[in-house]
């Protein structure tokens, strides 16, 4: 087990390591220069080479590498082109309000999925199966940053109950995380609906239905455990999609997030806070997937993790 | 099996069960938990220790109503920094502008230049300028201004850091002497008749703050203190000791929110005061609402659409018959909502040395298919890039541009990109297409739009006619004020003889208000700053 963790915990600087160079020729192969951005559309030509220099943008690529991934070795980012400040704090300083609202969403998702994949999951074939399945093809097909100004326009502008934008109170977060709860909503609910109704086929199943449990004691303590590993497994992948997910929900509710920052540091190509975020999701990205594995082991004994584990 | 590992297993079994119950209970407790407000702030950069003291905490006066806290949506992130000379980003320069005052300001109709810091000036000669400042003037922190805010500010203007987008303004050296206490000497290298014009967006620093200070927590001397930059929002105070008395609002907060229907549900539904960059497709809205009012202003912005001058767009005939082949009304009815009119300069009306003599570019086709064949023009496609959502609907506009000059045999090919790729585009020198561009004038006068876009060949396009140049240089060595602005004027004849752009349309600036919010002005330079008499009521 612990080798098996240092084992991941190598990938991940492997990863790491894979994403750096991606970012880092991304951001300068496509169009668009940090320093031309930054002045006036017409400022005289030789201000916008000197600022170049400045941000040490005219060295060659490879050393502009070395001299990122050395200092990121260090724990050294750099600084944000336009805040001036270290990347890595402008980043940490948005990431609390990211995870808020990424959690707040796999709540509602869970919740709700949970609810949908029982009550169809246990009726398979029946109307109700089909209503929750036909609700789930609705929220598919839904694009969520229209949701989103929809439950706006109703809460805060013909309801006035709740904050149309911004991080504060509970109120603020409800809306967001419920619009982003969206785009986990569908695959959550159908996996539960089709894994509830093959458990509910086992033979383990039958049995505690033979010893005369009722239909909730089944449910509830029989069928949860096997449930929760495919609950995991897809909570874990869908992290990444989540937090693709949270960079349009909070344009929308203006939720100060990272998605926020990146999208305004791509637009000004604030090269070091686009590398900086993009290096600390993909971190956090893969960390969550460890801690996604390293669960399957505590819920059900029989796997075993790193070396002979099935 | 070793006693160990029984031991081992038999703790994993109860950690598993553990496991199960608390995933079920976290399922419902990080629902909670994550509706919680963050107990902790994130850390801002004003929480960074500031080596300058804060001032001398007079603490908040407690008959200041709570009610009297502005709420304000800006529709454009800010640059980043505070410093007030950094950049040119509408929302930065409205809260640097809250903070800083300039030494002078135009008066409300554009038309003379006021004392503010500086009480009174003098021209000593055509290259010297003589400021007395207003004495008592306090800065946030305690101190006081004098000349040697005028000499720090000026100096760090030129050559603090050449990274700056304010250098670009002051195109002559100056040297700045401070005489006493309160007057400040300023020798520009060359007459440099548009220097008031140019100090009425220079805030004046602290000189007791370093570059890297200003950067985080500004000290000014404006009519509110810098209090936090969080993420999106920045807070500001009012500033009690402010020389015209203290603000009627004690707070405002600026956020940056990029969605136009949230800024505008928000300012409907009471959670925020006013916001900027209105589409103009919602004013009926928010005029039918009576929780809020809409206030459609001029600015000093006109848009045109250019090219280089040493390509295809360096034939006027060209020029003329594209000129004559865009119905620009229709543009403006179809897109706009009829409320941009369309241009009669190369400058918008409000500009100070707006000529007032030119008329319209008519819409004619048979003059516009005439002057075609008499260009060099070949049919080869015509690339037109523009940055697209930059201005209102230009996307839309540039692709009906395409197709309404199609059936006359000009092949434009419409390709609005994201703003980074198009400067790009824009700015590399062999582009010979089409571009969409804007004249604007941050200071107010007709001096930037010539200097930046049709002086001397330097301009983006290449753009350089001995007519223009003559007058502008007339214009910047005389210090005679009517004769500058009709030197200015007389710029702008040549221009537009020479069909030097498709003069398009004058920006028009929305702006949502709370029906309680009074006295907030939106003057044409689209920066919208709260004066003292600014209040909820």
Same mark, same amino acid.
């Given at each position: 087990?612990? *080798? ?36 006036? %559309?017409?400022?005289? *030509? ?21 001299? =990122? ?11 944000? %082109? ?17 995870? !808020? ?38 929220? !598919? ?5 229209? =949701? ?60 505690? *239905? ?42 929308? =509710? ?20 686009? !590398? ?8 956090? %990205? ?17 796997? *075993? ?6 | 099996?070793?006693?160990?590992? #029984? ?112 009480? &009174? ?30 000499? /720090? ?8 850091? /050449? ?28 007459? /440099? ?62 956020? /940056? ?92 009306? &409000? ?132 004769? #500058? ?53």
């Amino acid at each position: 087990m612990g *080798r098996y963790v240092l084992n991941r915990l190598l990938q991940l600087i492997l990863v790491l390591f894979g994403v750096s160079i991606a970012v880092f020729l991304i951001l300068r192969v496509i169009p668009g220069d940090p320093a031309a951005l930054m002045l006036p %559309f017409d400022a005289p *030509r030789e201000q916008v080479e000197h600022l170049r220099e400045v941000l040490g943008l005219k060295e060659p690529l490879h050393v502009q590498y070395l001299t =990122f991934i050395s200092n990121a070795l260090r724990g050294d980012l750099g600084d944000s %082109f336009r805040w001036k400040i270290p990347a890595t704090e402008l980043v940490l300083s948005r990431l609390p309000a990211t995870l !808020q609202l990424t959690v707040a969403a796999m709540a509602w998702a869970v919740v709700l999925s949970l609810i949908m994949g029982v009550l169809a999951g246990t009726r398979q074939g029946s109307l109700v199966d089909r209503l929750v399945l036909a609700l789930n093809s609705l929220l !598919q097909a839904t694009p969520s940053f229209w =949701f989103g100004l929809v439950l706006i326009i109703v809460f805060a502008l013909r309801w006035k109950a709740l904050p149309a934008m911004g991080r504060g109170s509970i109120e603020h977060v409800l809306m967001p995380s419920f619009t982003l709860s969206l785009v986990m909503i569908p695959t959550l609910a159908l996996t539960i609906r089709t894994n509830l109704h093959q458990i509910l086929h086992e033979d383990f199943v039958r049995t505690a *239905r033979a010893k005369g449990l009722s239909e909730a004691v089944v449910l509830l303590k029989h069928a949860t455990a096997p449930l929760l590993i495919s609950l995991i497994t897809i909570l874990g992948m869908q992290f990444g999609q989540l937090l693709g997910g949270a960079f349009i929900i909070e344009v929308v =509710f203006a939720w100060p997030g990272i998605g926020d920052l990146t999208l305004q540091a791509i637009r000004a190509r604030d090269y070091t806070v686009v !590398q900086a975020v993009t290096l600390i999701v993909s971190g956090v %990205f893969v960390l969550v997937n460890l801690f996604v594995d390293l669960s399957y082991a505590f819920i059900d004994p029989r796997v *075993r993790l790193g070396r002979g584990g099935r | 099996m070793s006693g160990r590992k #029984r031991k081992a297993s038999r703790l994993r079994k109860i950690t598993r069960r553990e496991f199960l119950k608390g995933s079920i209970l976290g399922a419902v407790g990080s629902m909670v938990a994550a509706c919680m407000p963050s107990a902790e702030p994130t850390p801002s950069p004003e929480a960074a220790p500031t080596p300058t003291p804060r001032p001398p905490a007079p603490t908040p006066i407690p008959t200041v109503p709570k009610a009297q806290e502005a709420k304000f949506l800006v529709g454009q992130n800010f640059f980043g920094d505070m410093n007030p000379y950094s950049n040119w980003i509408t929302a930065s320069a409205e809260v640097t502008n809250h903070i800083y005052d300039t030494l002078v300001k135009w008066d409300e109709r554009q038309e003379n230049i006021m004392p503010y810091l500086a009480e &009174s000036w003098e021209v000593v000669d055509p290259n010297t300028w003589l400021f007395n400042l207003k004495q008592g003037v306090k800065f946030h922190d305690g101190t006081e201004f004098t000349a040697e805010s005028v000499k /720090y500010s000026l100096e760090e203007i030129q050559v603090g850091d /050449y990274g700056m987008a304010f250098t670009s303004l002051f195109t002559v050296p100056m040297e700045i002497t401070v005489v006493d206490q309160y007057t400040a000497r300023v020798v520009t290298e060359t007459p /440099y008749s548009c220097l008031l014009p140019n100090l009425t967006i220079v805030g004046m620093l602290n000189p007791a703050q370093t570059k890297e200070e200003i950067d985080v927590a500004p000290i000014g001397t404006g009519l509110f203190k810098f209090v936090s930059l969080e993420g999106n929002t920045i807070v500001v105070e009012a500033h009690e000791d402010h020389w015209r008395g203290m603000p009627q609002l004690s707070q405002i907060t600026f956020e /940056y929110v990029e969605d136009p229907t949230t800024r505008i549900v928000a300012v409907r539904s009471g959670q925020a005061h006013i916001a900027e960059r209105i589409p103009v497709d919602r004013v009926k809205e928010l005029e039918e609402d009576p929780a809020s009012k809409v206030i459609v202003a001029p600015t000093h912005e006109t848009t045109r659409w250019t090219g280089r001058f040493s390509g295809p767009w360096g034939d006027i005939k060209l020029r003329q018959a594209l000129s004559h082949a865009v119905d620009r009304e229709a543009l403006v009815d179809a897109f706009l909502e009829g409320l941009f009119p369309v241009a009669a300069a190369p400058c918008a009306k &409000s500009v100070y040395g707006y000529p007032p003599n030119l008329t319209p570019i008519p819409y004619d086709t048979d003059k516009a298919e005439a002057l075609l064949a008499e260009s060099t023009y070949d049919g080869s496609e015509i690339e037109f890039v523009g940055p697209a959502g930059y201005h209102p609907k230009n996307a839309e506009i540039m692709q009906a541009v395409a197709d309404m000059v199609a059936p006359l045999g000009i092949n434009i090919k419409a390709n609005p990109m994201e703003v980074g790729a198009f400067i790009e585009k824009a700015l590399s020198p062999d582009f010979p297409g089409l571009m969409y561009a804007s004249s604007v004038s941050w200071t107010g006068d007709a001096d930037l739009i010539i200097v930046f876009n049709y002086y001397g060949g330097v301009n983006v396009t290449g753009y350089d006619n001995p007519e223009v140049n003559a007058a502008f240089e007339a214009s910047r060595m005389t210090m005679d004020e009517d004769e #500058r602005r009709s030197k200015l004027q007389e710029c702008f004849r040549p221009l537009w003889d020479d069909y030097s752009s498709v003069h398009f349309y004058e920006t028009v600036q929305v702006v949502a208000m709370a029906q309680n919010l009074e006295n907030w002005p939106t003057p044409p330079t689209m920066l919208l700053v709260a004066e003292p008499d600014t209040h909820l009521s």
